[in-house]
């Protein structure tokens, strides 16, 4: 039988998850419970290099160019037709290889 600890780990975490809605519905403004955890209130505190990958389809669409604008850090966006989700899976086509160009980041940018 393999290590299914990680499943213990998963389960755990989840059944102790609040449920985030009735938080988020007292704040439908931005405010500071937003802006505390948003990169938008201070691009310079970014030092690390960043890949931001997304896609037209996404509602978080305008990220990727405000990152690649405003970082001084390394920073490296890409963007094509795909809805919220990893572009290898994501539709419409064409999909790219994100896992290589992930391991191509983090090998120059992370090592």
């Known amino acids: ?6 499943r213990d780990l998963w389960m755990t975490r989840l059944e102790n998850q609040s ?5 988020w519905l007292s704040h439908q403004h931005r405010d500071g419970y937003w ?3 948003s990169i938008c209130e201070d691009f ?4 690390a290099a960043v890949l931001s990958i997304g896609g037209w389809h996404d ?3 305008n990220t990727i160019s405000h990152l690649v604008t405003n970082i001084e850090a390394p920073v490296k966006g890409i963007v094509g037709p795909w809805i919220h989700k990893y572009p290898h899976y994501a539709g ?12 191509r980041w983090w090998d120059r940018w992370l090592k």
């Open 1 to 6: 039988a393999g290590d299914n600890r990680w």
């Open 19 to 23: 449920f985030l809605l009735p938080l």
């Open 35 to 37: 802006k505390r955890g």
């Open 44 to 47: 310079s505190a970014v030092k």
């Open 59 to 61: 509602g978080y669409r």
């Open 92 to 103: 419409p086509k064409p999909a790219i290889g994100f896992l290589q160009e992930a391991l």
